[in-house]
């Protein structure tokens, strides 16, 4: 009987049971991709990660959703890094192979942090107006230049006004679908206010046709720090404040260095561990 062990690590946790929850198999070598999927729609978390060879890294991770697999996600790879440095016997530095790129990560203790690929940038179609609409929000609450950011997981950034118009985003499932579908016809929007070196956000999806919020997203805070970059801003320390409004508070580093790198990263805690037993 086949057995496959797993951890769950909580990514972006600054406390016990916070943080975005995640599952990653120790030993996928063996694994197909049908038995991937299923496992991560027996976990039904937002993403699970997998660990396999790689002969360009220390290993190769391959993340999927209960319903797809994905290029690359910030905070599954995070996690898997903490697993991967354990299984591995304490390296503070690695390569993560990922669909995407090839991921550089470092870590200071708990704290991990990754180099995030570079991102492509298109502006968007929608109006201001339709984008106030599609968050039941006041037309001055949205600010200009929202676009979709893609590092391998394409998202509308949406930069809004106040961290209090963040908060009282109402996302319609019919706008959402209309005006926020990136290029694989996923909706995927990233509201979001900075001030100073603190930024509040939200991250909004549809999983099934129903709206799903996200409490702490790895790969929009990267594509966040690339829509940073190409209006202007120079070298930046900041810390993103998400999940809040969902009860699962994350707490996100973002750095932009003098050479126009985009680093973010977080605390990655071990919640536990266990084993899936599957039939012969």
């Known amino acids: 009987m086949p057995t496959y062990r797993y951890q ?3 990514v972006f946790a600054e406390a016990p ?3 975005n929850a995640l599952a990653v198999f120790e030993h996928a070598h063996d694994m197909g991709d ?3 999927q299923a496992l991560a729609q027996q976990m039904h978390l937002s993403e699970t990660a997998f660990i396999l060879r790689s002969d360009k890294a220390a290993a190769r991770v391959r993340i999927f959703t209960p319903e797809r697999e994905m290029a690359f996600a910030g905070h599954p790879v995070l996690g898997s890094a903490a697993v991967i440095r354990a299984l591995l016997g304490g390296s503070d530095q690695m390569i993560v192979e990922t669909r995407a790129a090839l ?3 470092f870590a200071r203790g708990d704290v991990w942090m990754l180099q ?3 991102a492509l940038l298109r502006p968007s179609e929608a ?7 599609m968050l039941t929000l006041p037309l001055p609450e949205v ?3 929202a676009a979709f950011v893609d590092n391998g997981n394409e998202q509308l950034m949406l930069p809004l006004a106040s961290a209090d118009a963040v908060a009282r985003c109402r996302p319609r499932v019919e706008l959402l679908q209309a005006l926020a579908a990136n290029r694989q016809g996923q909706p995927k929007v990233y509201a979001w206010h900075r001030d100073g070196e603190r930024i509040t956000a939200r991250y909004f999806t549809l999983v099934n046709g129903n709206l799903h919020e996200d409490p702490g997203t790895g790969s929009a805070a990267c594509n966040l720090g690339y829509w940073l970059l190409h209006h202007g801003q120079q070298a930046l320390k900041a810390v993103i404040a998400q999940g809040d409004q969902i009860s699962r508070a994350c707490r996100i580093a973002l750095d932009i260095d003098a050479d126009g790198r985009v680093f973010v990263g977080g605390r990655v805690a071990r919640q536990g561990a266990g084993e899936i037993n599957l039939p012969d």
């Open 34 to 36: 049908e038995l991937m």
């Open 143 to 145: 600010l200009p230049h």
């Open 103 to 105: 991921v550089p990560l």
């Open 116 to 118: 995030t690929p570079r």
């Open 8 to 10: 769950i690590v909580n």
């Open 17 to 19: 049971l916070s943080g």
């Open 127 to 133: 109006s201001r107006t339709e984008l106030a609409q």
